[in-house]
């Protein structure tokens, strides 16, 4: 109707409210009102307007350009709109956002272009939401009786969801412990600032073990229970191949295969063998589990799989991809039973590079289920597990060469090492965290990495080669701006950099990390270049892998887990029968790589909040403890401190005991009558304040200790007006260039049982206070 009304206005110049409905056939009284509801709204919107004779016109404002672009809120209200990958978010102003909720698909008009010489980026204002992404949501009940005509409200676990939601009245009798899903019908408006939803399902109640994890997980629509029709499907499945499949694989059941995973692992897809040729050369094969065989496409398994595209690992338990009936099955690699798996075997030689290479069907039968421990025990020379496993000890140590191999040819061509810290969370049965222990990385950790790296960079090389359309896993280059700050703080510490933000190489960036390795701050400085890197995606397109220095790159490795690898075995599959099927092919993937990457950066966000949540939930029984920390962040309105356990929390800095001046070039603060500073990497003594498990905020008090650092200040007093330095409360504008018709660019171009814990941070001088790596971006 819109479309017909401004059509009909531009041919017209303007009509009475009679003729529009005549032309529009809207004559009945109840169309007549549905054209009157929208003409109010489009003057609301300013897209019309009334002449001095009562005519409606399409107003003149509208002339002005509208952008479309998904919005992004931010719990204190305000927020950023995404137009596409080449223009920097516009910033929406708290009184702009319109209503608008977090993901939503809106339309723009531009308030205030960006302008670099005074490092303001560009404003805009919501005019409309074209559609909204939140369908569904979770939360507590709320009895109300101050709204009779609904059950209660809910408030939903996403803090950039500040409106109640309120629930229409069910059918069953509520007592205000259950933790609801809900489908919103109605969003905020003016006349009503809540939502109005009905109730989809009864989650659990409050009190339930592991409901909190489950309500986190529920209210992004990541649900563990699969449809029937799906289990149906998978129980059809057999528990074991047939003969008849074994038809036109290579078998290489006498090869002497193996896994190594985790202790803990139940879905063991991938399984490696090697064998040292007579030209000094390695033969390495990497064989995955055959999903696509069993999980064919089209089929409900099929389309459970790409809806959810990934497994989900938070900390008690996964939310899995597939059924268990075929991941932990069939599927799974398991030791002296017949599998069907696709392999890459390669030729390697002494410098690291594939010269020869192989990508087909196999079948294969596995010897051991090894762990990474045991595998590292071995490396290490532990004589009981060299005896216990020592068919495949020569193979393990040939393994360790040719890893050792891989890695420096990876690192001389200018792959970056991401390789932070994590923690693991330890929880009871009941699901609370009793422990948090950093995860161990050892040589055999790293060497399966090696493998399907090169198994991964092998089968995208081959399908490029063959110029056929194929799903890549990219890593495009750094942007400029990102680069400059990452430098600029760098040289902070003396580092010389070579190159520029345009035109710096990833053996320069290298330099950096060489530099600073065993300082302090390296870890720190790691976490800010992994910031500074775009986040990896999928797409048809081949851009390579910056942060590898791989020209082609592709996911083989892990089709129970991913839905990426288990389209690139079924093209492995059919392009080996016919490559009249490109054309399909070409149709569907640029959906499959678009959906996976959402889906992936969904479980992301899923296992920070469950993890951030979790961590507040372990240190509520320190409230009121001292601690050592090391700065791991420093930003306008305070400091982020890490403990050893990697747990991280505030300093705000209207807690701190005089006024503490920002530094945006050195991220630094500095007491104005003190002289302390507070910089990123250096040692702190704190107090928990607060840990809040709801919000997964932790909070921290500076405590003056030998660890300060004092500095004379350049200049006797502060020039800033200390208002408009302290933090307002409501964010800060990310102060960004911006390019095309929204830049302005004037003069540049470019409890108990925890002793144990506690002995450990509370140790002054302790060495292992480290950052953990937040955001870290998968390869």
Not at 458 to 475: D, Q, W
Not at 704 to 719: G, R, T
């Amino acid at each position: 109707m819109k479309e017909e009304i401004l059509s009909y206005l531009r041919e017209k110049k303007e009509a009475s409210m009679d003729e529009l409905a005549q032309r529009l056939g809207k004559e009945k009284a109840k169309d007549f009102r549905n054209l009157v509801q929208m003409i109010s709204e489009m003057e609301r919107k300013r897209q019309l307007t009334f002449s001095n004779a009562g005519k409606i016109q399409i107003r003149k404002e509208k002339q002005k350009l509208t952008l479309k672009g998904t919005f992004h809120a931010h719990k204190n209200g305000f927020g950023f709109v995404t137009l596409n990958e080449e223009e920097d978010d516009l910033f929406i102003g708290r009184n702009d956002v319109n209503y608008a909720i977090d993901g939503d698909r809106v339309e723009v008009i531009i308030t205030k272009v960006a302008d670099r010489s005074r490092g303001i980026s560009a404003e805009a204002k919501i005019i409309d939401v074209l559609e909204h992404s939140l369908k569904t949501a979770v939360g507590q009940l709320i009895l109300d009786e101050e709204k009779p005509k609904y059950a209660g409200y809910i408030r939903s676990k996403n803090q950039k969801i500040s409106q109640p939601i309120y629930i229409k009245k069910p059918a069953l009798v509520l007592d205000g412990t259950e933790i609801l899903k809900v489908e919103i019908d109605k969003y905020p408006t003016k006349k009503h600032d809540f939502f109005v939803a009905t109730i989809l399902d009864v989650v659990g109640h409050k009190d339930d073990p592991g409901i909190d994890v489950l309500e986190v997980l529920e209210s992004m629509d990541i649900v563990s229970e699969f449809p029937e029709r799906v289990l149906k499907e998978a129980s059809a499945i057999p528990d074991m191949p047939s003969k008849k499949d074994f038809e036109g694989r290579l078998d290489l059941r006498n090869e002497i295969t193996f896994t190594i995973d985790g202790a803990d692992a139940k879905d063991l897809d991938d399984a490696v063998h090697i064998k040292k040729l007579s030209n000094g050369h390695f033969e390495l094969g990497v064989h995955i589990a055959d999903v696509s065989y069993y999980v064919q496409e089209g089929s409900e398994l099929d389309k459970e799989a790409l809806n959810r595209a990934t497994s989900v690992y938070v900390t008690d338990r996964v939310v899995p991809m597939l059924p268990e009936r075929l991941s932990n099955g069939i599927c799974s690699l398991n030791p002296n039973v017949d599998r069907l798996t696709q392999s890459a075997i390669m030729e390697i030689d002494q410098k690291g590079r594939v010269v020869k290479h192989t990508v087909t069907q196999t079948v294969i039968k596995t010897t051991f289920r090894m762990t990474y421990s045991d595998v590292n025990d071995i490396i290490t020379g532990d004589k009981e597990k060299r005896a216990a496993f020592k068919t495949i000890v020569p193979s393990i140590e040939q393994m360790t060469e040719l890893h050792a191999i891989l890695e420096t040819m990876r690192f001389k061509r200018g792959a970056l090492n991401f390789d932070t810290k994590e923690a693991k969370i330890l929880v009871n049965k009941t699901g609370r965290p009793v422990d948090i222990i950093l995860r161990q990385r050892g040589v055999a950790e790293r060497m399966i990495e090696s493998f399907m790296l090169v198994a991964n960079e092998t089968v995208a090389e081959h399908f490029a080669r063959l110029n056929l359309p194929f799903l890549y896993r990219i890593h495009e280059e750094p942007k400029a701006e990102k680069v400059q700050k990452f430098i600029d703080y760098a040289s902070t510490f003396g580092v010389r950099v070579y190159g520029t933000a345009n035109s710096i190489s990833q053996s320069a960036l290298q330099d950096i990390m060489k530099a600073v390795h065993g300082q302090p701050y390296e870890e720190v400085l790691s976490m800010m270049l992994l910031r500074s890197m775009q986040q990896a995606r999928y797409s048809e397109y081949n851009h390579g892998h910056y942060g590898l220095a791989a020209e082609f790159y592709t996911h083989f490795t892990s089709p129970i887990r991913r839905y990426p690898d288990l389209l690139v075995h079924r093209m492995v599959r059919d392009y080996g029968r016919s490559k009249e099927i490109a054309e399909h092919f070409e149709q569907v993937i640029p959906d499959i790589a678009s959906q996976s990457s959402s889906r992936e950066r969904r479980a992301i966000e899923a296992e920070r909040e469950v993890e951030a949540m979790k961590k507040a939930e372990f240190m509520e029984e320190f409230v009121g403890e001292e601690f050592d920390g090391i700065v791991s962040s420093v930003v306008k309105f305070g400091l982020f401190v890490e403990l050893s356990n990697t747990v991280e929390g505030l300093i705000h800095v209207a807690n701190l005991p005089e006024f503490f001046r920002y530094n945006e070039r050195n991220l630094t603060l500095q007491g104005e009558k003190s002289g302390v500073v507070f910089r990123i990497g250096q040692r702190i003594r704190i107090k928990l304040v607060r840990s809040d498990k709801a919000t997964g905020e932790i909070d921290f008090e500076y405590l003056p200790s030998e660890y300060d650092v004092i500095e004379k200040k350049k200049h006797s007093k502060f020039k800033q007006d200390r208002r408009q330095q302290s933090y307002r409360g409501d964010g800060e504008r990310k102060s960004k260039p911006s390019k095309g018709i929204i830049s302005r660019d004037k003069k540049s171009k470019k409890g108990k049982g925890k002793k144990p814990f506690y002995k450990e941070v509370t140790k002054k001088g302790s060495k292992n206070g480290k950052r953990r790596g937040k955001g870290r971006r998968s390869k």
